[in-house]
């Protein structure tokens, strides 16, 4: 009897999934084919509607989206999407105004381009973000107990933060930019070493995008901006992470 040799069959990995919102067809389209060609898999959208739709049925990793949409805008759909995923969001503005980029930020967007951007930027910012370091890791070992400050207790396995007992809805980039504070309380982190333990020693982009994060993060937590006592600012030199009240 002969034996037939078994070959394994190797599984492709699942393509990351981008979702690319843009009312203007040629970009929309210029976007998405670089995107394809780097190996994602890409669904497009040109009005915000269809986009919350599409962001609910295919729950995609990264969504890149235009602020200026027709009807309901990038802001109205971040605020929307917000409420169901917590997938990386990078928002396109073609206004330089910076409240336009504070705005966005503060509705849940993780970063920003402004218009005109080289698509070759584009897709390696989706790229680094998707290679993005989890800060939790440092300190995530089975059976930690949360950490905690004052009345601030982080759970860090369980990516769960809580104030006085009540939960703080936190996005990704917000939990992760506390938890890497969190996770070495004596250290006095600079803008750039924030960047690096949560956005990656690759990334680029303007280091303010970090305080407009903290800003956010006081906010949720009840850090009072004025006079903060479990995200101390050390002037000159970055952030720590206080004892909290």
């Known amino acids: ?111 920003y381009l402004t218009k005109p951007f080289s698509p070759r930027e584009l897709v390696a910012r989706v790229r680094a973000m998707l290679r993005r370091p989890r800060p939790s890791a440092q300190v995530n070992d089975i059976g930690q107990p949360p950490l905690l400050f004052g009345s601030v207790q982080i759970d860090v396995a369980g990516r769960k933060v809580q104030r006085n007992g009540e939960p703080v809805d936190l996005t990704r980039t917000e939990f992760e930019l506390l ?7 004596r250290i006095v982190f600079t803008r750039q070493q924030l960047i690096d333990a949560v956005w990656g020693e690759s990334w680029m982009s303007d ?20 006079a903060p006592v479990f995200i101390r600012t050390v002037r000159g030199v970055g952030y720590q992470m206080g004892a909290g009240e």
């Open 1 to 111: 009897m002969t034996s037939t040799a078994f070959t394994p069959q190797t599984v492709a990995e699942p393509r990351p999934r981008v979702l690319v919102v843009d009312d203007e067809l040629p970009l929309l389209q210029l976007v998405a084919g670089y995107l394809e060609r780097d190996g994602f898999d890409v669904e497009q959208a040109a009005d915000g509607r269809a986009a919350v739709t599409k962001a609910q049925e295919w729950a995609p990793a990264i969504i890149v989206l235009d602020l200026g949409l027709p009807g309901m805008d990038g802001i109205e759909v971040c605020r929307t999407v917000r409420t169901f995923t917590d997938c990386y969001i990078i928002m396109l503005t073609a206004r330089i105004d910076e409240i336009d980029k504070l705005v966005g930020l503060s509705v849940g967007a993780d970063d």
């Open 179 to 185: 938890a890497a504070l969190a996770g070495q309380p």
């Open 207 to 226: 280091p303010h995008l970090v305080d407009v994060h903290i800003g956010h993060i006081r906010r949720k937590i009840g850090d009072n901006p004025s």
